[in-house]
């Protein structure tokens, strides 16, 4: 596999990449590339974007895993994570991908974990040029997502009034409040248990710990459920574990029933919300056929 470290522009901000080509390619071939989303303040470093590109280089596509604005390497606020900036993101990593002689232009498709599937699903039901989704462990509606992950009386009183002082904050002071990743989206200790056991760290070195809470009332607002039917008649697939413990499963379940065709839901059982980081042979097995059906690597 052949990597290169790009640049490209995106409202005004460098945004850096790696870019990798499969071996073996003729002169002139061009291959379906891959758009390669991060989750929540993570980065192109992290496990649920390493294992997807390797493996779809090893399926023959192209793919460019990027960091957002305000994420690893790429300029922005350092942390201000907004969900339709980083919509217009993936439209500029697009036509950045777009312009490789590698690269079909016409069959670029995005994939992208919990944060990332929600952002690309969105992506593909607002840009016509992104040719297949494929989201795991996505969500689609920012405000039942919220409550499906602080499901008490308590917690969900404490997450709102985070998001009133919030708004207090910023009209009082023109600044933003300072929140912590764990209290916008918690993740059980299992999980992250689980992931050291198996040797893959949950998060990505530089990840984002503090988020303004603007982040948050952004994630809330989000509703890439609205645009997902208009994804048809290119190809979706939604995966997500059967029991997730930190996205609800009914985020990708809502999706699909909402969807047009073609479009398939998987859910795995045994797995949880990083199932793109476990390593697992079904889901890739599963991935490959899909592909190999809806959206293969060359013509």
Same mark, same amino acid.
């Given at each position: 596999?052949?990597?290169?470290?790009?640049?490209?522009?995106?409202?005004?901000?460098?945004?850096?990449?790696?870019?990798?080509?499969?071996?073996?390619?003729?002169?002139?071939? /061009?291959? &379906? %590339?891959?758009?390669v989303?991060? @989750?929540? !303040?993570?980065?192109?470093e992290?496990?649920?974007?390493?294992a +997807?590109?390797?493996?779809?280089?090893?399926?023959?596509?192209?793919?460019?895993?990027?960091?957002?604005?305000?994420?690893?390497?790429?300029?922005?606020?350092?942390?201000?994570?907004?969900?339709?900036?980083?919509?217009?993101d993936?439209?500029?990593?697009?036509?950045?991908?777009?312009?490789?002689?590698?690269?079909?232009?016409?069959?670029?498709?995005?994939?992208?974990?919990?944060?990332?599937?929600?952002?690309?699903?969105?992506?593909?039901?607002?840009?016509? /040029?992104? &040719? %297949?989704?494929?989201?795991n462990? @996505?969500? !689609?509606?920012?405000?039942?997502?919220?409550?499906?992950?602080? +499901?008490?009386?308590?917690?969900?009183?404490?997450?709102?009034?985070?998001?009133?002082?919030?708004?207090?904050?910023r009209?009082?002071?023109?600044?933003?409040?300072?929140?912590?990743?764990?209290?916008?989206?918690?993740?059980?200790?299992?999980?992250?248990?689980?992931?050291?056991?198996?040797?893959?760290?949950?998060?990505?070195?530089?990840?984002?710990?503090?988020?303004?809470?603007?982040?948050?009332q952004?994630?809330?607002?989000?509703?890439?459920?609205?645009?997902?039917?208009?994804?048809?008649?290119?190809p979706?697939?939604?995966?997500?574990?059967?029991?997730?413990?930190?996205?609800?499963?009914e985020?990708?379940?809502?999706?699909?029933?909402?969807?047009?065709?073609?479009?398939?839901?998987?859910?795995f059982s045994?797995?949880?919300?990083?199932?793109?980081?476990?390593?697992?042979?079904?889901v890739?097995?599963?991935?490959?056929?899909?592909?190999?059906?809806?959206?293969?690597?060359?013509?």
């Amino acid at each position: 596999m052949h990597q290169e470290v790009v640049g490209f522009q995106s409202a005004g901000l460098r945004l850096h990449g790696v870019l990798s080509v499969p071996e073996g390619l003729r002169p002139g071939e /061009r291959r &379906a %590339a891959f758009l390669v989303l991060h @989750g929540f !303040g993570s980065n192109c470093e992290s496990p649920t974007c390493l294992a +997807p590109a390797k493996v779809l280089g090893g399926f023959g596509y192209v793919t460019l895993r990027f960091d957002m604005r305000g994420c690893g390497k790429s300029e922005g606020e350092f942390g201000r994570v907004i969900c339709l900036e980083q919509v217009e993101d993936a439209g500029n990593a697009l036509e950045c991908l777009a312009r490789h002689p590698n690269v079909d232009a016409d069959r670029i498709a995005v994939i992208g974990s919990s944060f990332g599937g929600a952002v690309g699903v969105y992506a593909g039901g607002t840009n016509p /040029r992104i &040719a %297949a989704v494929v989201s795991n462990g @996505g969500w !689609g509606h920012g405000e039942r997502k919220f409550r499906g992950q602080h +499901p008490t009386p308590q917690a969900w009183a404490k997450f709102t009034a985070m998001l009133e002082e919030g708004k207090a904050c910023r009209a009082r002071t023109g600044k933003s409040l300072m929140v912590p990743r764990y209290d916008i989206v918690p993740i059980p200790d299992h999980v992250r248990a689980n992931l050291e056991k198996q040797g893959v760290g949950m998060l990505a070195p530089g990840s984002v710990e503090m988020f303004p809470a603007e982040t948050a009332q952004s994630m809330f607002d989000f509703r890439a459920e609205d645009v997902v039917g208009n994804i048809a008649p290119r190809p979706l697939l939604l995966i997500h574990a059967a029991k997730d413990s930190v996205t609800p499963t009914e985020q990708s379940v809502e999706m699909f029933r909402r969807a047009g065709q073609p479009a398939e839901l998987h859910l795995f059982s045994g797995l949880d919300h990083f199932l793109f980081a476990e390593k697992s042979t079904r889901v890739w097995n599963m991935l490959r056929q899909w592909l190999d059906t809806y959206f293969p690597a060359a013509k």
